[in-house]
Protein backbone atom coordinates (compact mmCIF):
# COMPACT_ATOMS: atom_id res chain seq x y z
CA UNK A 1 0.00 0.00 0.00
CA UNK A 2 2.76 2.57 1.23
CA UNK A 3 4.45 2.20 -2.34
CA UNK A 4 1.10 2.38 -4.19
CA UNK A 5 0.33 5.41 -2.31
CA UNK A 6 4.26 6.71 -3.33
CA UNK A 7 3.46 5.78 -7.33
CA UNK A 8 0.04 7.63 -7.41
CA UNK A 9 1.61 10.88 -6.04
CA UNK A 10 4.82 10.83 -8.15
CA UNK A 11 2.04 9.90 -11.25
CA UNK A 12 0.31 13.22 -10.00
CA UNK A 13 2.90 15.40 -9.93
CA UNK A 14 4.07 14.32 -13.42
CA UNK A 15 1.20 14.99 -14.88
CA UNK A 16 0.47 17.91 -13.48
CA UNK A 17 3.83 19.55 -14.45
CA UNK A 18 2.91 18.58 -18.06
CA UNK A 19 -0.82 20.56 -17.31
CA UNK A 20 1.46 23.98 -16.39
CA UNK A 21 -0.23 27.03 -18.24
CA UNK A 22 -3.33 24.94 -18.87
CA UNK A 23 -6.92 23.46 -17.26
CA UNK A 24 -7.18 21.80 -14.24
CA UNK A 25 -9.74 19.27 -13.48
CA UNK A 26 -9.23 16.88 -10.67
CA UNK A 27 -11.52 14.88 -8.08
CA UNK A 28 -11.12 12.77 -4.99
CA UNK A 29 -13.33 10.92 -2.66
CA UNK A 30 -13.01 12.17 1.14
CA UNK A 31 -14.34 12.04 4.27
CA UNK A 32 -16.75 14.86 5.25
CA UNK A 33 -14.69 16.02 7.88
CA UNK A 34 -11.45 15.82 6.22
CA UNK A 35 -8.53 18.25 7.09
CA UNK A 36 -7.41 20.04 3.80
CA UNK A 37 -5.00 22.77 2.70
CA UNK A 38 -4.04 24.55 -0.28
CA UNK A 39 -1.40 27.07 -1.22
CA UNK A 40 -1.15 29.27 -4.26
CA UNK A 41 1.16 32.23 -4.75
CA UNK A 42 -0.82 34.51 -7.32
CA UNK A 43 -4.32 34.94 -8.84
CA UNK A 44 -7.09 33.05 -6.91
CA UNK A 45 -8.18 30.50 -4.26
CA UNK A 46 -11.72 30.09 -4.33
CA UNK A 47 -13.34 27.44 -1.53
CA UNK A 48 -16.77 26.50 -1.49
CA UNK A 49 -18.79 23.86 0.42
CA UNK A 50 -20.93 21.47 -0.90
CA UNK A 51 -23.24 17.89 0.68
CA UNK A 52 -20.83 15.75 -0.89
CA UNK A 53 -18.02 13.25 0.61
CA UNK A 54 -16.25 14.79 -2.32
CA UNK A 55 -13.62 17.12 -3.27
CA UNK A 56 -13.03 18.94 -6.87
CA UNK A 57 -10.14 21.14 -7.90
CA UNK A 58 -10.80 22.50 -11.00
CA UNK A 59 -9.11 25.99 -12.59
CA UNK A 60 -6.29 27.46 -14.68
CA UNK A 61 -2.40 27.21 -14.30
CA UNK A 62 -0.56 29.67 -14.96
CA UNK A 63 2.92 29.59 -16.92
CA UNK A 64 5.16 29.80 -14.44
CA UNK A 65 4.20 26.67 -12.58
CA UNK A 66 6.01 23.60 -12.74
CA UNK A 67 4.37 21.53 -10.36
CA UNK A 68 0.84 20.81 -8.54
CA UNK A 69 1.75 18.86 -5.51
CA UNK A 70 -1.03 16.75 -4.51
CA UNK A 71 -1.31 14.35 -1.62
CA UNK A 72 -4.47 12.86 -1.37
CA UNK A 73 -5.98 10.43 1.00
CA UNK A 74 -9.64 9.66 2.41
CA UNK A 75 -9.10 12.11 5.77
CA UNK A 76 -6.63 14.71 4.11
CA UNK A 77 -5.99 16.55 1.32
CA UNK A 78 -3.10 18.90 0.16
CA UNK A 79 -2.70 21.12 -2.58
CA UNK A 80 0.07 23.30 -3.51
CA UNK A 81 1.43 24.85 -6.83
CA UNK A 82 5.01 25.26 -7.04
CA UNK A 83 6.48 27.64 -9.58
CA UNK A 84 9.77 27.59 -11.29
CA UNK A 85 10.38 31.38 -10.30
CA UNK A 86 9.78 32.94 -7.24
CA UNK A 87 10.28 36.63 -8.85
CA UNK A 88 8.52 36.05 -11.77
CA UNK A 89 4.89 34.27 -11.16
CA UNK A 90 1.96 34.12 -13.61
CA UNK A 91 -1.54 33.93 -12.04
CA UNK A 92 -3.21 30.65 -11.10
CA UNK A 93 -7.05 30.73 -10.98
CA UNK A 94 -8.23 27.59 -8.76
CA UNK A 95 -11.71 26.57 -7.43
CA UNK A 96 -11.91 23.93 -4.19
CA UNK A 97 -15.09 22.19 -3.90
CA UNK A 98 -15.15 20.62 -0.22
CA UNK A 99 -17.06 18.70 2.01
CA UNK A 100 -19.07 21.33 4.62
CA UNK A 101 -17.48 20.40 7.29
CA UNK A 102 -14.07 19.74 6.26
CA UNK A 103 -11.49 21.35 7.85
CA UNK A 104 -9.75 24.08 5.87
CA UNK A 105 -6.21 26.38 5.50
CA UNK A 106 -5.53 28.31 2.49
CA UNK A 107 -2.49 30.31 2.60
CA UNK A 108 -1.13 32.52 -0.21
CA UNK A 109 1.14 35.42 -1.11
CA UNK A 110 -0.83 37.54 -3.55
CA UNK A 111 -3.50 35.60 -4.13
CA UNK A 112 -7.23 36.64 -3.21
CA UNK A 113 -8.84 33.94 -0.84
CA UNK A 114 -12.66 33.72 -1.10
CA UNK A 115 -14.42 31.19 1.38
CA UNK A 116 -18.11 30.12 1.55
CA UNK A 117 -20.42 27.80 2.53
CA UNK A 118 -18.69 25.70 5.08
CA UNK A 119 -19.75 24.68 8.55
CA UNK A 120 -16.61 23.60 10.29
CA UNK A 121 -14.67 23.23 13.36
CA UNK A 122 -11.46 25.12 12.03
CA UNK A 123 -10.91 27.75 9.16
CA UNK A 124 -7.60 29.04 8.56
CA UNK A 125 -6.37 31.54 5.70
CA UNK A 126 -3.80 34.07 5.38
CA UNK A 127 -2.02 36.13 2.47
CA UNK A 128 0.16 38.38 2.36
CA UNK A 129 -1.20 41.34 -0.24
CA UNK A 130 -4.14 39.17 -1.27
CA UNK A 131 -7.71 40.21 0.14
CA UNK A 132 -9.25 37.57 2.27
CA UNK A 133 -12.97 37.15 2.16
CA UNK A 134 -14.79 34.53 4.50
CA UNK A 135 -18.56 33.94 4.48
CA UNK A 136 -18.84 30.70 6.43
CA UNK A 137 -19.91 28.67 10.09
CA UNK A 138 -16.69 27.27 12.08
CA UNK A 139 -16.15 27.20 15.75
CA UNK A 140 -12.00 28.45 15.13
CA UNK A 141 -11.25 31.06 13.02
CA UNK A 142 -7.50 32.61 11.93
CA UNK A 143 -7.33 35.21 8.93
CA UNK A 144 -4.15 37.07 8.64
CA UNK A 145 -2.98 39.39 6.00
CA UNK A 146 -0.16 42.26 5.93
CA UNK A 147 -1.17 44.89 3.11
CA UNK A 148 -4.75 42.72 1.96
CA UNK A 149 -7.99 43.52 3.14
CA UNK A 150 -9.90 40.91 5.51
CA UNK A 151 -13.99 40.53 5.66
CA UNK A 152 -15.23 37.80 7.46
CA UNK A 153 -19.55 37.30 7.63
CA UNK A 154 -21.24 34.29 9.10
CA UNK A 155 -20.56 32.35 12.89
CA UNK A 156 -18.00 31.93 14.71
CA UNK A 157 -17.26 31.36 18.82
CA UNK A 158 -13.83 32.24 18.45
CA UNK A 159 -12.14 34.78 16.04
CA UNK A 160 -8.58 35.87 15.65
CA UNK A 161 -7.99 38.28 13.03
CA UNK A 162 -4.88 40.35 12.19
CA UNK A 163 -3.61 43.00 9.38
CA UNK A 164 -1.28 45.19 9.00
CA UNK A 165 -2.07 48.16 6.43
CA UNK A 166 -4.98 45.90 4.79
CA UNK A 167 -8.60 47.42 6.50
CA UNK A 168 -10.82 44.87 8.42
CA UNK A 169 -14.83 44.24 8.09
CA UNK A 170 -15.91 41.47 11.03
CA UNK A 171 -19.44 40.18 11.64
CA UNK A 172 -21.35 37.42 13.30
CA UNK A 173 -18.83 37.10 16.35
CA UNK A 174 -19.83 35.63 19.47
CA UNK A 175 -17.53 33.91 22.23
CA UNK A 176 -13.79 35.10 21.91
CA UNK A 177 -12.44 37.63 19.56
CA UNK A 178 -9.09 39.22 18.98
CA UNK A 179 -8.02 41.49 16.42
CA UNK A 180 -5.20 43.54 15.72
CA UNK A 181 -4.46 45.88 12.74
CA UNK A 182 -1.15 48.58 12.55
CA UNK A 183 -2.71 51.01 10.25
CA UNK A 184 -5.65 49.54 8.97
CA UNK A 185 -9.44 50.44 9.75
CA UNK A 186 -11.58 48.16 11.53
CA UNK A 187 -15.11 47.27 12.11
CA UNK A 188 -16.84 44.67 14.13
CA UNK A 189 -20.21 43.41 15.04
CA UNK A 190 -20.72 41.01 17.18
CA UNK A 191 -22.80 39.38 19.92
CA UNK A 192 -22.53 38.55 23.23
CA UNK A 193 -18.80 38.07 24.04
CA UNK A 194 -16.76 36.89 27.08
CA UNK A 195 -13.87 38.20 25.70
CA UNK A 196 -13.12 40.81 23.07
CA UNK A 197 -9.11 42.28 22.83
CA UNK A 198 -8.80 45.46 19.80
CA UNK A 199 -5.60 46.67 19.19
CA UNK A 200 -4.38 49.10 16.21
CA UNK A 201 -1.84 52.02 16.11
CA UNK A 202 -3.06 54.26 13.94
CA UNK A 203 -5.65 52.46 12.74
CA UNK A 204 -9.61 53.65 13.60
CA UNK A 205 -11.40 51.10 15.45
CA UNK A 206 -15.69 50.76 15.56
CA UNK A 207 -17.29 47.92 17.86
CA UNK A 208 -20.38 46.74 18.56
CA UNK A 209 -20.95 44.13 20.94
CA UNK A 210 -22.44 42.83 24.38
CA UNK A 211 -20.17 42.03 27.08
CA UNK A 212 -20.97 38.90 28.76
CA UNK A 213 -20.96 38.80 33.27
CA UNK A 214 -17.36 38.81 33.97
CA UNK A 215 -16.76 39.11 30.61
CA UNK A 216 -13.88 41.62 29.11
CA UNK A 217 -13.43 44.22 26.72
CA UNK A 218 -10.14 45.74 26.12
CA UNK A 219 -9.46 48.00 23.32
CA UNK A 220 -5.77 50.26 23.10
CA UNK A 221 -4.60 52.56 20.14
CA UNK A 222 -1.59 54.99 19.71
CA UNK A 223 -3.75 57.61 17.42
CA UNK A 224 -6.30 55.81 15.92
CA UNK A 225 -10.00 56.58 17.58
CA UNK A 226 -12.04 53.97 19.44
CA UNK A 227 -15.91 53.71 19.46
CA UNK A 228 -17.24 51.16 21.42
CA UNK A 229 -20.95 50.57 21.20
CA UNK A 230 -22.75 48.59 23.76
CA UNK A 231 -26.15 47.94 25.27
CA UNK A 232 -28.06 50.94 26.97
CA UNK A 233 -27.98 48.06 29.66
CA UNK A 234 -24.81 47.00 29.87
CA UNK A 235 -23.17 46.18 33.16
CA UNK A 236 -19.94 46.30 33.97
CA UNK A 237 -16.75 48.52 35.36
CA UNK A 238 -16.24 51.02 32.56
CA UNK A 239 -12.70 52.16 32.41
CA UNK A 240 -10.83 54.52 29.72
CA UNK A 241 -7.99 56.94 29.43
CA UNK A 242 -6.30 59.02 27.00
CA UNK A 243 -3.37 61.38 27.27
CA UNK A 244 -4.39 63.82 24.25
CA UNK A 245 -7.29 62.66 22.30
CA UNK A 246 -10.72 63.06 23.85
CA UNK A 247 -12.88 60.87 25.55
CA UNK A 248 -17.13 60.94 25.04
CA UNK A 249 -18.99 58.40 26.78
CA UNK A 250 -22.86 57.20 27.65
CA UNK A 251 -21.76 55.45 31.01
CA UNK A 252 -20.31 57.63 33.76
CA UNK A 253 -18.56 61.16 33.41
CA UNK A 254 -15.12 61.80 32.16
CA UNK A 255 -12.66 63.52 34.45
CA UNK A 256 -9.11 65.79 33.55
CA UNK A 257 -5.83 63.80 34.84
CA UNK A 258 -5.00 65.20 38.14
CA UNK A 259 -1.51 65.06 36.88
CA UNK A 260 -0.59 66.46 33.67
CA UNK A 261 -2.22 66.35 30.36
CA UNK A 262 -5.25 63.38 29.56
CA UNK A 263 -8.45 62.74 31.10
CA UNK A 264 -9.80 59.49 32.51
CA UNK A 265 -12.95 57.87 33.10
CA UNK A 266 -13.83 55.17 35.75
CA UNK A 267 -17.65 54.25 36.60
CA UNK A 268 -19.45 51.08 38.21
CA UNK A 269 -22.74 49.81 36.84
CA UNK A 270 -24.08 46.66 38.31
CA UNK A 271 -22.24 44.17 39.82
CA UNK A 272 -22.47 41.52 36.99
CA UNK A 273 -18.16 41.62 36.84
CA UNK A 274 -18.08 42.66 33.47
CA UNK A 275 -15.06 45.12 32.66
CA UNK A 276 -14.64 47.39 29.52
CA UNK A 277 -11.18 48.97 29.23
CA UNK A 278 -10.19 51.55 26.82
CA UNK A 279 -6.74 53.06 25.94
CA UNK A 280 -5.21 55.65 23.60
CA UNK A 281 -2.67 57.83 23.42
CA UNK A 282 -3.67 60.76 21.00
CA UNK A 283 -6.76 58.99 19.97
CA UNK A 284 -10.12 59.78 20.32
CA UNK A 285 -12.35 57.58 22.10
CA UNK A 286 -16.10 57.18 22.26
CA UNK A 287 -18.08 54.48 24.72
CA UNK A 288 -21.66 54.62 23.35
CA UNK A 289 -24.76 52.65 24.09
CA UNK A 290 -27.44 51.74 21.43
Do not use: C
Request: hydrophobic content about 40%.
Amino acid sequence: MANLRTSTLIMMLLSASAFAGQSVDKNWDIDANATISIENVAGNIEIRGWDRNQAQLTGELGDSVDELEINATSSSLQISVVNRNQRNVDSTELKLMIPRGATIDASAVSADIDISDLDNEKLTANSVSGDIDVRAASRRVSIETVSGDLEFSGDTARMSAETVSGDMNLSGLAGEVEATTVSGDMELQAGLLDSLKLETVSGDVTAVAEVSGNGRLSAESMSGDVTIVLPASQNGMFRAQSFSGRISTDFGAVEPAKHGPGSHLKYLAGSNGAEVKVESFSGNIRLKHD
